[in-house]
């Protein structure tokens, strides 16, 4: 299914030149048409994959996928290209000539084996109901056995790069899903003369050669200071994953760079004009930074939904900060020539869902269901009508884990000072307190570790919650500014498109031109702020008791619940 | 409104006497007509009081009241006589002649100020309109201020008595009541030559001559040793709180002795032979232990509804065991002849509703409604089929502050371990859980102190709840017995009646002959026990980190929240 939209703000000119952003997401990729002299966006189309997520039966045979998986089918990839980006530039009254180029970003750390020629093994007849010959999407988290067999022998050995990542390599990254792949399905494995980002694939797709983006290669593929994990160590993971890198290396484009020029195919698939320039791929977090004029040290993108991902840049040199419990840190990994930092919070949006879907009475369902709003919006309402602390609620947002700077995915959530008084408002505050509070305690790390914030912007689907927006600004004692487009990752390839196109000289540049952003659109309130403080040091005295040892009693909890 | 039951299960003969046991509650009194030879129930009847609590306005003046109070009309107890006791012997089919005694229980400390002739001072149509002229129903919590500076002066004082009530007063007994009445109505005070509970009151209305009982004058009135606080500590509290004492004075009987014979006024209003034995009063938590047989020293009897009520006898002598953190620890304040242990938790059925009211989603009670079961009956059903600890929670169960061991009411309930898997039923028999690990701690606070506690036995609504049943017996590791009457008070209170008689020599004759018990209802699993025993070391944890100073961060939220 595609729905394309008319965007009204602003008109085409036969004299404008115009770049795409495609923004591959979780189910769907959206094509957006976006003038490269300031960033207006004229039209943009969403296309939904056909097969969405694959997480119970291959489709090609109906084999039962096992607990944890989640595959996708690089056709659906492709068919965005075909049929989100004509109807985008459709919809925006663009022709393919005023197109100067096209650019992607994608869901990370989204994979899959392919030939050395990019044909992805799924695609081979022999293969097709072969579930490891698959895209592995990111929330594919059957590989945590492998992960936690990478981080063990990583400290193990003492390998310098696993301090990068906060201690910690994701299941959800290469290494993990490569391991897996090799010890599930040797023959898929030693097939794959490719292990690359569906980011770096499709933009293969486009141009008809392999690149390889600084951005994944550093966050997902463990490439640091040039250098990848060595043979000893991967020989100790495994014999057979020797060799491993060698499915991954090739030269590393810095974000914006040219990947080439669009292919004859290509051109076909999206109505474009052949050799138009492609950029090279992108993450669809990271990109959002540009987007949102996040390209000097010091400005915090947020990008909050379901959980949050923030990104940070810090000056370049030949070492990052020293700051633990990232999700990584890497070099140009967001801005070519700054040290790109990302954090996480692996439930927010999640948490709140979690608790409106399954905590809250029937009345308080059915007076929103009366007034014409959402829960969340009836929820809102009521507790913005008190005061910070007047619940006499503290909450841990650990209900999916501890992302950053704890990176503890056995930890779990803890709700302090319930009374037959309370009422699900107030503990649904409590938790988008927590939320915020873990967002402090992201920013106090960095800020410990030298890395500057100096400005809070977010963007996602949270933003809309302006209760939420005032609450983050209080808490962060921090100006919170807001995305000014409503779909900034396709903004963010656009803006790169505009970069490997040569309309800017670099990223930054692009950005101040095209990106978009309302500054300051929350200023703290000292008085909020003060009382917020009171409610922070309770969850940091929590954070520390139940996240440091001060008492193990969610590990144990997540053993005994395990059956251990 | 009255509503009679005749009781099948037994059959009137002329040959035979009975006993009547009137049970006052909060709402409504209840008469029940008892066989002395083997406790058969004949026959009972409920009469709801006209004015129910009076919480708001008061009735004569439509006077607002202040929050916290909770007043009752006495003359809605002599209309239980009047109306109850007449059905409940009709129900029986029992004649007037064939009743050998009556006695009370009575909620506490519900308490009312007299005139020496025993009039209540609500009665006089001078203070018709005067809120401090009605009784003070146990639930009236309007006297805390005072209640907090009698415990400081006490601990200042260090005043001996303090110990013998976990070193707290609470607000809702005699002198903490009284010594609100002295500053807020101070002629109504000095009207008041008695101070009286409403269960040695209405004794007095059947008798006409006044009698106080062992069990109320310990646990509600501070009478220690054969003391009660002494003048020069009154005199520091208010200079003119001395003489207090004097008001509630009068011998004290012990628990089934005879208080007199019906006069002539009180057998037209019940239907019985003038002369008839009266009991002295009694409450209906501790005259539930001769009703299910609890007699001996170690047999805890549970008095499970909203809150539950802890009593349990040890030996006799001149001086009590050091138990910390009781509600009183009473000579004969159970059984005559032993000393009587009371402990609490003040919050168990309440937090249970309060989260099913509030906390569980409209599908859920949806389909308890399609399904014709309560919802607590389907968040039973769901929590039974895990194992213990599937859930992964611990929580605090002090939704409503801890009553004993901690004697802490700013504290406030825990929840540990949620994740976005966590449901409803599993908070939910969390909670369950942390109630029962609340009564484990108080039985272990008990046999620290040297008072043992063989059996447990449960009264009240909650006995309905089999799976809850079997949970205490797997976490106490201890045998749940039953009370064998659904009216166990009212038995208890006719057992005393029967005593006082002269029907047996003593309360526990009357109980072997009279009371009844399901024995060993519920037998301890040892593999639960031990799983159980996992958790509980967490809650003990927790228990000690959250509210023995290891982080006061309930406290301060009590406090952030009361905008201190």
């Not at 039209?43 to 090609?60: F, Q």
């Not at 698959?134 to 790069?161: C, F, G, M, S, T």
């Not at 999206?270 to 949102?292: M, R």
């Amino acid at each position: 299914m595609s729905t394309a939209d008319k965007i009204v703000n602003a008109h085409s000119s036969d004299d404008d030149s115009y770049a795409i952003g495609v923004d591959y997401g979780t189910l769907s990729g959206r094509a957006l048409v976006v003038r490269v002299s300031d960033g207006a966006e004229l039209g943009s189309a969403v296309h939904e994959y056909e097969h969405a997520v694959i997480e119970r039966n291959l489709p090609a045979s109906g084999a039962k996928l096992p607990p944890d998986w989640a595959l996708q089918d690089p056709e659906d990839y492709r068919e965005v290209l075909r049929r989100a980006v004509p109807e985008a530039l459709r919809a925006a009254g663009v022709a393919a000539e005023q197109v100067v180029g096209i650019g992607v970003d994608f869901t990370a750390c989204t994979v899959l084996p392919t030939l050395a020629d990019g044909t992805p093994l799924c695609e081979l007849p022999e293969f097709r109901d072969r579930p490891h010959a698959y895209v592995k999407l990111w929330k594919h988290h059957a590989a945590q056995p492998q992960a936690d067999r990478i981080n063990d022998l990583a400290h193990e050995r003492e390998e310098p790069w696993i301090g990068r990542y906060g201690g910690k390599i994701s299941s959800e990254w290469e290494y993990a899903k490569g391991l897996q792949l090799l010890e599930e399905d040797p023959e898929i494995y030693s097939r794959a003369a490719r292990w690359i980002e569906a980011t770096d694939w499709i933009t293969w797709q486009l141009t008809g050669t392999e690149t390889r983006n600084a951005c994944t290669a550093g966050y997902k593929g463990i490439l640091q200071d040039g250098a990848r994990p060595n043979d000893a160590y991967l020989a100790a993971l495994n014999p057979d994953f020797v060799g491993f890198t060698a499915k991954l290396e090739h030269p590393v484009s810095p974000l914006g760079a040219r990947a080439g020029g669009l292919t004859k195919e290509a051109a076909e698939w999206t109505g474009l004009a052949e050799g138009t320039a492609v950029c090279v791929g992108n993450v669809d977090a990271h990109v959002t930074a540009p987007a949102v004029e996040a390209v000097e040290p010091g400005r915090m993108v947020a990008i909050m939904g379901t959980s949050t991902c923030h990104v940070v840049s810090g000056p370049g040199g030949t070492e990052p900060a020293d700051v633990a419990g990232m999700c990584g840190v890497v070099d140009g990994g967001i801005i070519a020539g700054l040290w790109g930092y990302e954090a996480g919070q692996s439930g927010v949006g999640d948490i709140f869902a979690w608790f409106t879907n399954d905590f809250v009475g029937p009345e308080l369902h059915a007076a929103a269901i009366e007034r014409g709003i959402t829960i969340h919006e009836l929820l809102t309402e009521q507790a913005e009508a008190q005061r910070p602390g007047e619940h006499g609620l503290v909450a841990l947002d650990w209900e999916s884990g501890n992302r950053s700077v704890l990176v503890d995915h056995a930890l779990s959530g803890v709700i302090v000072g319930l009374t037959l008084a309370t009422e699900p408002h107030e503990v649904y505050r409590s938790l988008l307190e927590a939320t915020a509070f873990g967002t402090r305690v992201i920013i106090e790390a960095l800020k410990a570790g030298g890395v500057e914030v100096t400005e809070y912007i977010a963007a996602g689907g949270l933003t809309k919650n302006a209760f939420l927006m005032q609450m983050y600004a209080d808490v962060l004692r921090c100006p919170v500014s807001l995305a000014g487009s409503a779909q900034a990752p396709a903004l963010g390839a656009a803006i790169h498109a505009a970069v490997a196109a040569g309309a800017y000289p670099d990223v930054p540049s692009a950005a101040h031109a095209m990106g978009s952003l309302i500054p300051n659109a929350y200023l703290p309130d000292p008085d909020r702020a003060d009382a917020y403080d009171l409610l922070f040091a309770e969850y940091l005295t929590l954070h520390d008791y139940f996240g440091r040892g001060g008492n193990d009693v969610l590990h144990r909890l997540h053993e005994i619940k395990a059956g251990k």
